[in-house]
């Protein structure tokens, strides 16, 4: 999954607050919204991470472009399977562009 394919390419990272007996519930609802997602145009790619205290979730998701966000998210079909995550918990999105990476030494 590369985040940085072309200049107008935007990340969404969501932090999710949930119940941790519901946690698996979340990541379960975020996979199904996903999978309508990923086949939406300017999707690059996704990752989702489950807090080791039960409690937190982040998404993190990949498009060519802020455009291509917005129709995904108008998307009936997403809007529908997105509206599950906010009825188990509590999102925190932040839309973002690249401004550095960091990688390992080449060897």
Request: hydrophobic share 45%; aromatic share 4%; proline share 8%.
């Given at each position: ?31 199904a ?35 291509d ?10 809007t ?18 690249l401004r ?6 080449a060897?």
């Amino acid at each position: 999954m590369s985040p940085h394919r072309g200049p107008a390419a935007v990340t969404m990272v969501v932090r999710f607050s949930v119940d941790p007996d519901r946690q698996d519930d979340l990541i379960a609802a975020l996979d199904a919204t996903g999978a309508v997602m990923r086949r939406r145009p300017g999707f690059l790619g996704s990752a989702c991470y489950a807090g080791t205290d039960g409690a937190h979730v982040v998404n993190i998701s990949h498009w060519a472009s802020q455009a291509d966000l917005e129709a995904a998210r108008a998307d009936p079909a997403g809007t529908v399977l997105a509206q599950r995550m906010f009825d188990i918990a509590t999102p925190d999105p932040v839309h973002c562009v690249l401004r550095s990476t960091l990688e390992p030494p080449a060897a």
